[in-house]
């Protein structure tokens, strides 16, 4: 596709900054701002607009400006203190390559879905590992959310195009604060993505209520830890 090889071209003329172990802590950082910027502003019209309500998935719970900065401190710090050691790791041990030919089409969708399935995978073990364990649950528990260790590997085991790889952050970043979001629109990715094997936030929301369940839709099917039935009662009912 042609579009990709000039976004491609683009890059590669940039290749003193792509090259710069810092650059995926501050791409990280741009991506993952860039995606929360507008559910940040529906939670602050949330209160003044009953049309932006009707979406949030339990509307009682209020943001504040004391919250939003505490959250974005706890941003700072992640990609100080987790992601740019890993970046420079990664850029110790692996030079960035700059092939001259960007990825078609197919090829990136194909590599995206295989590092996503990759990822679930990972994270439905790791996730449930912290469930299972009460010392890992406590000491570890809201750790996870802010390891972006398999984001970085999987890509370099699976061969990826380094492109690839930017588009497939980039997709992991938005999948995941949708996720955690709070709001559920008629365009929600899961609404989009065939045979419920994307829970959503509803779906997310649910695991954070009972903890033990709606890790990742696909495998808690496999591992008996899905609960789709009743999910706007049990909402309704925590909301009480």
Request: proline letters at 5%; a positive charge; one cysteine or more.
């Amino acid at each position: 596709m042609i579009f990709l090889q000039i976004l491609w071209d683009w890059l590669r003329e940039r290749q003193s900054l792509i090259r710069s172990p810092f650059f995926p802590v501050f791409f990280s950082l741009i991506i993952y701002l860039s995606c929360c910027f507008p559910y940040v502003c529906l939670d602050l019209l949330c209160s003044k607009l009953a049309l932006v309500r009707r979406f949030k998935i339990q509307p009682q719970s209020q943001v504040t400006w004391a919250a939003t900065c505490g959250c974005l401190r706890k941003i700072l710090r992640n990609h100080a203190c987790f992601i740019f050691p890993l970046s420079v790791v990664h850029w110790y041990w692996k030079a960035v390559v700059s092939p001259p030919l960007a990825p078609d089409t197919l090829s990136v969708v194909r590599d995206v879905l295989a590092c996503l399935l990759l990822f679930d995978t990972q994270y439905f073990l790791w996730h449930l590992l912290h469930h299972k364990v009460s010392w890992l649950y406590l000491v570890f528990h809201k750790e996870h959310h802010r390891l972006f260790f398999f984001t970085t590997l999987n890509p370099s085991l699976l061969n990826c195009h380094p492109l690839t790889e930017m588009l497939f952050f980039i997709t992991n970043i938005y999948l995941s604060v949708e996720a955690h979001s709070g709001y559920e629109f008629p365009w929600s990715t899961h609404r989009l993505v065939p045979f419920g094997l994307y829970g959503g936030a509803q779906h997310h929301d649910l695991h954070h209520l009972k903890f033990k369940v709606n890790y990742f839709t696909h495998w808690d099917r496999l591992f008996g830890t899905l609960q789709r039935e009743h999910i706007d009662t049990e909402v309704k009912k925590h909301r009480l």
